[in-house]
């Protein structure tokens, strides 16, 4: 089984229902260890940037109102296939679709505001560490 690091936020919502700390305890009951943490209030251009493949899509503008709302928690994640583990856990976009159990069915309303972010393969976990982390700030586990 590959080590792999993915890419995850704690959306506005989530964050302001003060769901923080149940979502990381999903993440580590998983086995998914908290490499990077920090809490950010993203800019117009900074929510832009990170949905830029979202860009010609209807809700983009709604997307990117919504990440601006509040603060968010981004979080980089290792593990035994981290990519796929954690958007098993995540849950389906829309969280009326998500499985029993997933973060999405737990804490999320709608699929607008669905709670959690998490990346959808490697190339998209390497560029979405990248936007909000520089190697200095990861901690990979030594113990
Ligand atoms: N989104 C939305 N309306 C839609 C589809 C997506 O607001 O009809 C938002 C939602 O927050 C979602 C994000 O856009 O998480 C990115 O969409 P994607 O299809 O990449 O879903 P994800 O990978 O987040 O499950």
Same mark, same amino acid.
């Not at 499985?99 to 997933?102: D, F, L, Q, S, V």
């Given at each position: 089984m590959a080590i792999e690091r993915t890419f995850s936020i704690i959306k506005p919502d989530a964050v302001a229902k003060n769901h923080i700390g149940a979502i990381y305890n999903r993440f580590e009951t998983a086995g998914?260890?908290?490499?990077a943490s920090k809490m950010v209030h993203l800019s117009q251009e900074q929510a832009e940037g990170f949905y830029a493949e979202h860009s +010609?899509?209807?809700f983009f503008g709604a997307l990117v109102a919504f990440m601006t709302s509040g603060p968010i928690m981004v979080q980089v994640l290792e593990g035994e296939n981290a990519v796929l583990a954690h958007r098993e856990i995540l849950g389906a976009t829309n969280p009326a679709e998500a499985? +029993?159990?997933?973060i999405r069915a737990d804490f999320a309303e709608s699929i607008d505001e669905n709670a959690a972010h998490g990346s959808d393969s490697l190339a998209s976990a390497e560029r979405e560490v990248a936007y909000f982390f520089s190697a200095e700030e990861l901690c990979p586990r030594t113990r």
């Open positions: 998914l260890k908290i490499i +010609e899509r209807p499985a +029993e159990g997933t």
